[in-house]
């Protein structure tokens, strides 16, 4: 809740209630002093649950819908991240914009263990949860951190609970990213677990430990390597394809042509994270190109401002963007020369 003091259009005294200081605040007020920051006008200081601020009447107006809006976010998503804050803060997007947004529904994907609320964190998480409602076949493109993969999962998850799907299927090629791990020890399922971790740990927080090991003893989920699709018709299955940039192109056709009746897909993958042989072209570039113009299939693109991670990880995109741009144009003024 805000109430606004004005006094000569100079001062703004904002209470925020029912928000953890430390939410909005930061610990040591890191996140206050990197809005204070943004607002170098402004002369600014927090006492407890109170902001009182003071400026020109323009800039004022400002500062008051900027914090407005990081207490809705707070309020629809249950966090505030750093991310968050700076994507607040460099919008350019109006009040009848916000007005507009805060009437679309929740973006709640499935409820998880011990509370825990799934939610569609940012715009392009949120538009792959309604590209997924209206389509069978989705591809989910964009870098690491992006939530692409945890989003998928959810989706898959509530389509099961929602009893929309029969059976969940989960997998993705075992392809080494940089490292040899063909001498691991154990059993088939110990040595290829390691590829297929990051969809254990999205399925951990979204069913519980005794429902899940009933569902995968039961074969309701299934989290295997591409491999294991070949000769596979499924049907009334939630089916999701990640790491699609380390498939071949005739890989990636017997994927999807194992897709049957009344069945749902996601493929995830980050073009710019390609593990296969040097020579092996991905035919995840060939699926885009060929695939998207069908009605049915869509394609949704994430980047940098969906990185739900660490905020450092949205700067090391950056970077690489920038390195791999450098070396497009260095091989461009080769070939010239």
Known sequence: MLELNLNDLTELTLNIEGVDPIDFFGVNNTRFNFIKKSFPTLRMVSRGNTIKAEGSEGDIAVFKHKVERMLDHIERFGKLSEDNIESILVSNEDKSERKKDSKE?????VHGNNGLVIRARTENQLLMVKESEKNDILFAIGPAGTGKTYTAVALAVRALKEKAVRKIILTRPAVEA???LGFLPGDLKEKIDPYLRPLYDALDDMIPADKLKYYMENR????????FMRGRTLDY?????????NCTDMQLKMFLTRIGANSKCVITGDPTQIDLPPKVNSGLFTGLRILSPIEGISTIKLNENDVVRHRLVKEIIKAYEKLNASKEGDGANNQRN
């Open 105 to 109: 529904p929740n973006n709640i994907i």
């Open 178 to 180: 940089g490292e040899n």
């Open 220 to 227: 309701i989920i299934e989290v295997a390597p591409l491999a």
């Open 237 to 245: 299955s939630f089916i999701l394809l990640d790491e699609a940039q």
